[in-house]
């Protein structure tokens, strides 16, 4: 059979074809408009999230700068009201880190 008997014998085949091919492209460009679509939401979701972690990160950096300048200002309390105990403590601990390098 030639193309041209095929054509004139099934001509709502031919139709058929012509249709499906049609819906096939429709639906690959439907795909992806909507793929685009998602990923820009998915763009914008993330980075909204990147700076909520970059806020609540800063709010705790800023929490742990407090917390150790508060740790810093006992410590200086401490050495002031009590200098002879920081000098002994300080040589002892020496003593110990000189001993344990001396072994080696």
């Known amino acids: 059979m030639s ?4 054509t004139s014998t ?20 439907d795909l992806g408009s909507t ?5 820009s939401k998915a763009k914008g979701q993330l980075r909204d999230f990147a700076g909520h ?3 609540e990160g800063g709010y705790q950096v800023d929490q742990a700068k407090e917390k150790l300048g508060d740790v810093v200002s006992s410590l200086r309390d401490y050495a002031s009201a009590r200098p002879l105990a920081c000098i002994g403590m ?3 601990f020496g003593f110990l880190f000189g001993l344990t390098r001396r072994s080696r």
């Open 35 to 39: 793929a685009s679509v998602h990923a």
């Open 90 to 92: 300080a040589l002892a």
């Open 53 to 55: 972690v970059q806020e």
């Open 10 to 29: 099934f001509p709502a085949s031919k139709q058929d074809l012509t249709n499906l091919r049609q819906t096939a492209t429709d639906a690959v460009n």
């Open 3 to 6: 193309n041209d008997t095929i």
